[in-house]
């Protein structure tokens, strides 16, 4: 059973790690406690499942529970703190900017093959080896005890995501793509991801009861983003 129940508050997963206490002129105080090492590794089984976790070794499975934690897939990071606003429990600080490039300097951007070792693509060859490579984007964290900034490989959709989106009504300038990096890579995990250009904000994938696709809806800025224009 997954310990946590999944919420849409500021891209954390919320349950019984968070208590909250009411005042009498209206106020909340929220106690926000760390999930435990052993609650992340349940979760994080339950996630890619049984056959998957059982072939990792044990570091890339604290590698690969350390990079879900820190994107809010499974458990909550930090320490143990009282927060008077359930809107400051994010992830993310503001950054960055878009950057362009065209067919004569596209070779600039870096990728996946320049960072992540040869085996762990093998787990997302799909993507990692598809002409679908679209840029690169990262993003700062905050109560991330294993890492302070995260990044990703953006690729476009292919017909079947192309089906789960449909029915999302883009604003202007946003776009969606899907993106993996070197610790997904370890769990054989591509996510979906809406990104909006003009303004430089990520919106991240959250679970539904089925196949469709489904976005949070308070953005996080990036710290930068690299996207081959022609290929949009």
Same mark, same amino acid.
């Given at each position: 059973?997954?310990?946590? %129940?999944?919420?849409?508050?500021?891209?954390?997963? %919320?349950?019984?790690?968070?208590?909250?206490?009411?005042?009498?002129?209206?106020?909340?105080?929220?106690?926000?406690?760390?999930?435990?090492?052993?609650?992340?590794?349940?979760?994080?089984?339950? =996630? %890619?499942?049984?056959?998957?976790?059982?072939?990792?070794?044990?570091?890339?499975?604290?590698?690969?529970?350390?990079?879900?934690?820190?994107?809010?897939?499974? *458990?909550?990071?930090?320490?143990?703190?009282?927060?008077?606003?359930?809107?400051?429990?994010?992830?993310?600080?503001?950054?960055?900017?878009?950057?362009?490039?065209?067919?004569?300097?596209?070779?600039?951007?870096?990728?996946?093959?320049?960072?992540?070792?040869?085996?762990?693509?093998?787990?997302?060859?799909?993507?990692?080896?598809?002409?679908?490579?679209?840029?690169?984007?990262?993003?700062?964290?905050?109560?991330?005890?294993?890492?302070?900034?995260?990044? *990703?490989?953006?690729?476009?959709?292919?017909?079947?995501?192309?089906?789960?989106? #449909?029915? %999302?009504? =883009?604003?202007?300038?946003?776009?969606?793509?899907?993106?993996?990096?070197?610790?997904?890579? =370890?769990?054989?995990?591509?996510?979906?991801?809406?990104?909006?250009?003009? #303004? *430089?904000?990520?919106?991240?994938?959250?679970?539904?009861?089925?196949?469709?696709?489904?976005?949070?809806?308070?953005?996080?800025?990036? =710290?930068?983003?690299?996207?081959?224009?022609?290929?949009?």
């Amino acid at each position: 059973m997954i310990p946590f %129940i999944l919420a849409a508050v500021g891209g954390f997963l %919320i349950g019984d790690s968070i208590e909250s206490k009411k005042f009498a002129d209206g106020g909340t105080m929220w106690r926000f406690k760390p999930s435990t090492p052993e609650e992340d590794m349940d979760e994080m089984r339950e =996630l %890619i499942g049984q056959e998957k976790f059982d072939a990792l070794s044990s570091q890339e499975k604290k590698d690969l529970a350390g990079y879900l934690k820190a994107k809010g897939e499974i *458990g909550l990071p930090g320490k143990e703190e009282d927060i008077e606003d359930i809107s400051a429990l994010q992830y993310y600080n503001n950054g960055g900017a878009v950057k362009y490039y065209d067919k004569d300097n596209d070779w600039r951007i870096g990728r996946p093959s320049e960072s992540i070792p040869k085996e762990r693509l093998e787990r997302v060859k799909y993507y990692a080896t598809s002409g679908n490579f679209v840029g690169n984007f990262g993003w700062k964290t905050i109560n991330n005890p294993y890492e302070s900034i995260a990044d *990703g490989y953006l690729y476009t959709l292919d017909d079947y995501d192309q089906g789960l989106v #449909k029915n %999302i009504k =883009l604003k202007q300038g946003e776009y969606i793509f899907r993106y993996f990096n070197d610790r997904t890579a =370890l769990g054989y995990m591509t996510f979906m991801i809406k990104i909006n250009l003009e #303004k *430089g904000l990520l919106y991240f994938s959250k679970e539904t009861e089925d196949d469709t696709a489904a976005f949070d809806t308070r953005g996080v800025k990036a =710290l930068w983003i690299n996207i081959i224009q022609h290929k949009l």
